[in-house]
């Protein structure tokens, strides 16, 4: 398993694993490091993938230095290795939404995690997430974004998820790669409130999107997520007309 590293915006590192026999072309799983006095892991891979993760990290900064532990919602490729990571960083802590803490996390995680109100911010010295509630979007009640506000880089986990091995950093298209892959998995939760959910975190003007699965994004990100919304919404259309 081979783990590569790019910055894709200032002090935010892209750890990406290819992994070839997942859907019709390969599917990529990606962690995403935040540098910063209090440094910051989204995503910690699969418990299996802990050992090269945190050999990759280390070639950016040791993995005892690491102060949060954070990822969009429960499942085991975003939060996996949680507990290892903070078995290996003594000062970490699991922070969440306060719905993922109160229903998963709380027991779940060694150590009691901090529970983050909607909006809220985290400074990590030189770089400051604020936490989004995105309940059901893309999928889970507890789901939800960072948005870092220094780069304007909106870490957006299972969005715009797309297939194949492409470059670390893209300004080609990704919405259609987006619904080809929706096709494939039908992974996203089609709700009344998605469209408007995406809608909301366009407004923030994002000039990167953090992808996990596939090539990150710096092309206009505003209209990348406008365009998903009405995707969304015309599946959903499709599907009450069916």
């Keep these: 398993m081979e783990i590569h590293i790019d910055e894709i915006a200032d002090g935010i590192f892209r750890l990406s694993t290819f992994v070839p026999d997942i859907g019709p072309t390969g599917f990529t799983f990606n962690q995403f490091l935040i540098k910063g006095e209090e ?13 090269e993760v945190a050999k990759a990290i280390s070639t950016v900064l040791p993995v005892e230095d690491l102060r949060w532990i954070t990822f969009g919602h429960v499942e085991s490729d975003e939060c996996g290795a949680m507990n290892l990571f903070l078995a290996a960083a003594p000062a970490a802590q699991v922070a969440h939404g306060a719905v993922g803490c109160m229903v998963s996390l709380d027991d779940l995680a060694d150590r009691p995690p901090r529970p983050l109100a909607d909006g809220e911010v985290l400074d990590l010295g030189g770089k400051r997430v604020r936490h989004i ?3 059901h979007v893309p999928h889970g009640w507890e789901a939800r974004v960072l ?12 969005l715009f998820t797309h297939l194949g091995n492409g470059p670390a950093l893209t300004n080609d298209d990704i919405v259609g ?22 809608r909301a975190l366009s407004a923030l003007q ?9 090539s990150s994004f710096n092309g206009d990100c505003a209209d990348a997520l406008l365009r998903l919304a009405d995707d969304y919404d015309d599946r959903i259309a499709a599907a009450s007309r069916s």
Excluded: N, Q
């Design 39 to 51: 440094p910051l892991l989204f995503h910690t891979g699969a418990r299996h993938m802990f050992g």
């Design 133 to 135: 509630d995105t309940p």
């Design 147 to 158: 948005y870092e506000e220094t780069t304007g880089t909106l870490l957006c986990g299972d």
């Design 177 to 198: 790669p987006a619904a080809v892959a929706e096709d494939v998995f039908h992974a996203t939760c089609l709700a009344p409130s998605t469209g408007a959910t995406l």
């Design 206 to 214: 994002p000039t990167t999107l953090a992808v996990m699965h596939g």
